[in-house]
């Protein structure tokens, strides 16, 4: 089955940029979609297709897939931006989800 | 406003069979493909399984297969995934999550909690 693999965890100082990394097998040829997620919060949707934003989401937020590995990218990392974060990924009849990557904004 | 709420979720012994619900409103259930996907303690989003606009599709993760069935009630709006022989491993919050048409999940549930333990 497809897998999808990132990082633990990342950090970033307030106003940096963040960078989280989702790899997989040719994971260019499908979509990516990223969410964040928030202590005893549910799944926001915050990059779907690669690089498109949800409406209400800030454009901070920006997302790339190409080759093996897509990355989302917060610009200008906010405190609030603190949370899991998890790419996905829809394989023929299946979904998959990356393990999840924890932004810590220090 | 769309919105999903979860329910059935409990304690249940190993073996043993639980159903949960999605009440959606906002929109019909019928129009666009339906998810279930679940989050272990202190775990990453694991995808359970998913039912498509039409309800001609289910589809579901190796680790369910078998085991779990997917299903909805267009006239209720609502959303089920039945679950049997359930394991100590399947102990997790159970999300219901709208399909957007664009390969993701664009609304979820607040979770409903199952947890298997004798």
């Known amino acids: 089955s497809y897998e999808l693999t990132q990082p633990p965890s990342v950090s970033v100082s307030p106003g940096q940029t963040a960078s989280i990394t989702c790899s997989g097998d040719?994971?260019?040829?499908?979509?990516v979609s990223w969410y964040q997620q928030k202590p005893g919060q549910s799944p926001l949707l915050v990059i779907y297709?690669?690089?498109k934003r949800p409406s209400g989401i800030p454009e901070r937020f920006s997302g790339s897939n190409s080759g093996n590995t897509a990355t989302l990218t917060i610009s200008g990392t906010q405190a609030m931006d603190e949370a899991d974060y998890s790419c996905q990924a829809w394989d023929r009849n299946s979904v998959v989800f990356g393990g999840g990557t924890k932004l810590t904004v220090l | 406003q769309v919105q999903l709420v979860e329910s059935g979720g409990g304690v249940v012994q190993p073996g043993r069979s639980l159903r949960l619900s999605c009440a959606a409103s906002g929109f019909t259930v019928d129009s666009y493909g339906m998810h279930w996907v679940r989050q272990a303690p202190g775990k990453g989003l694991e995808w359970v399984a998913v039912?498509?606009?039409?309800?001609?599709?289910?589809y579901y993760a190796d680790s369910v297969k078998g085991r779990f069935t997917i299903s909805r009630d267009n006239p209720k709006n609502t959303l089920y995934l039945q679950m049997s022989s359930l394991r100590t491993e399947d102990t997790a919050l159970y999300y219901c999550a709208k399909g957007s048409g664009n390969y993701s999940n664009d609304y979820w549930g607040q979770g409903t909690l199952v947890t298997v333990s004798s």
């Open positions: 039912i498509s606009y039409d309800g001609n599709k289910k």
């Open positions: 040719k994971l260019e040829s499908i979509y």
């Open positions: 297709q690669d690089n």
